[in-house]
């Protein structure tokens, strides 16, 4: 059975660091392309960066470009988003996905192209 598992959330100060984990179990890494999508309160979930399974390429969503870093390690099946200098807005429940290679374009996707989901992880930034 394929499964995502997602951890490392919490509360945070703005200006604070998180670092999300998401453990895969019953498929490989590094045949899937792995994203982290997020869920504001009351908005629709949209995706946040990207990660490509054969030449590591990564995406991120414009509003986290130079403060989220996604990055993975195959050998254990798990994929990291290293969230810096977070602020208020970046408060949502996060959630990784993952689909089998390839991804038919180059951005970070919509959530309706994916297919396996973890249970996601509270982030809270505190202003």
């Known amino acids: 059975q394929r499964r995502l598992v997602e951890s490392g959330g919490g509360m945070v100060q703005e200006g604070g660091s998180l670092r999300l984990t998401c453990t895969a179990s019953?498929?490989?890494?590094?045949?899937?392309?792995i994203t982290w999508f997020r869920q504001k309160q009351g908005k629709e979930r949209e995706g946040v960066s990207r990660?490509?399974?054969?030449?590591?390429?990564?995406f991120y969503t414009d509003s986290v470009k130079g403060r989220f870093t996604i990055s993975k390690d195959d050998a254990n099946n798990t994929v990291f988003l290293q969230m810096n200098s977070l602020e208020y807005e970046d408060t949502a429940v996060y959630y990784c996905?993952?689909?089998?290679?390839?991804?038919?374009?180059?951005?970070?996707?919509?959530?309706?192209?994916?297919?396996?989901w973890g249970q996601g992880t509270q982030v809270t930034v505190s202003p």
């Open positions: 996905a993952a689909k089998l290679w390839p991804v038919p374009h180059d951005n970070v996707g919509f959530d309706y192209e994916y297919n396996i």
């Open positions: 019953g498929f490989r890494t590094d045949q899937y392309t």
């Open positions: 990660i490509n399974p054969t030449d590591g390429r990564t």
